[in-house]
Nanobody, 113 residues
Framework: QVQLVESGGGLVQPGGSLRLSCAAS????????MGWYRQAPGKERELVAVISSGGRTRYGDSVKGRFTMSRDNAKNTVYLQMNSLEPVDTAVYYC???????WGQGTQVTVSS
């Protein structure tokens, strides 16, 4: 069955960095665009970044210039490098295979001093 497993979340101070990973299985990973979304308490889920099957990326306005999404098709994994983190980046981060019903369980990112 399809599985998307996020990891790498945690507590970080403002200005710090984290790298999230999402390991995929159960489908032909290289053929799918993948996305990272996030949801903060009391807010709607929002797009963070998307990467096409060919590696083209698109970012939400609030993370442009700070976050970088990449993929490793040999490892069936996507990554989200997050730099210059701010308290407003605090949220649960989810991985998804774009245009499918498949989502990971989420990983908590907390930015606080």
């Amino acid at each position: 069955q399809v599985q998307l497993v996020e990891s790498g979340g945690g507590l970080v101070q403002p200005g710090g960095s984290l790298r999230l990973s999402c390991a995929a299985s159960g489908f032909t990973f290289r053929n799918f665009a993948m996305g990272w979304y996030r949801q903060a308490p009391g807010k709607e889920r929002e797009l963070v970044a998307v990467i096409s099957s060919g590696g083209r990326t698109r970012y939400g306005d609030s993370v442009k210039g700070r976050f970088t999404m990449s993929r490793d098709n040999a490892k069936n994994t996507v990554y989200l490098q997050m730099n210059s983190l701010e308290p407003v980046d605090t949220a649960v981060y989810y991985c998804t295979a774009v245009a499918t019903r498949y989502w990971g369980q989420g990983t908590q990112v907390t930015v606080s001093s």
